[in-house]
């Protein structure tokens, strides 16, 4: 927590608590995920639970990773806005950050970016921190890949709560396609606006003409066969460099309840 002498006139430390919806949605992760650890109830309903409590939570803290650099990059109102406080009602567009995003894991796996942090590009004090604040949210999805996939690294048994196993792969599989996605160097996108500060300024203004439609862009790509097929085996690739049990992913998978097109 930052001490009182460093935080900007306004600023208390209700701007940097977690909000209440944040917190039922973390306790959200926990209850579920013990409802398939111990198979309480239904299979489907507790996978359908943890995944989607988790990628919420993952949604949050993707978007706070964005905020709490914009704040220490020179962007103090970020604060103001209730960013920091992982309340998801507080982003710009709730829409682009979490409904388009959870439809798409509904659509049955495909970790699409949100992005609804307004910053103040012109209160960040350098092209590094203005690079790092977009860096700052895709990390987070890597962060939390690793830490899903890390279990399996160590040889846990999941043949003792496989139910749980398969929703903790499944999420990790989810995980690993954000960060991919996020990554992207299209406008727009987390990727895109992560270099957009070392542009000379004629690619910069093409890019912000750009980088409304970026989103739909990338739907777009992903929609094509051959894109599609590109992007998974590029997550497939990695998946396996990391030690992700693609067996589990698919049981997962199954388990989860989504919507067919």
Known sequence: MLGSERRPYGVSRAHFRPSPIFICLAGLVVVSGWMAWTNFGNARFNVFLFVVSGWLVSLCLHEYAHAVVAYHGGDRMVAERGY??????????????????????????????????W??????????WDSFISFAGPATN????IALVLPFAFGVDTATHPVFWQAVAFLAFLQLTAT??????IPGVDGGNLI?????????RGFAHVAPYGMLILIALLWTPSIGGL???????LGDLIGLPYDLVYYGRELFPHLNM
């Not at 910053?119 to 590094?128: E, L």
């Open 196 to 204: 957009h500060p070392w542009l000379n300024p004629q690619w910069q």
């Open 142 to 145: 890597l962060l939390f890949t």
């Open 84 to 117: 920091l406080t992982l309340d998801p009602t507080k982003y710009t567009h709730p829409f682009l950050s979490f409904v388009i995003p959870l439809v798409f894991v509904l659509l049955g796996g495909i970790g699409l970016p949100g992005g609804a942090v």
């Open 180 to 185: 991919v996605l996020n990554f992207v160097p």
């Open 231 to 237: 992007f998974f085996g590029f997550v497939y690739f």
């Open 119 to 128: 910053v103040d590009r012109h209160a960040i004090r350098s092209r590094g």
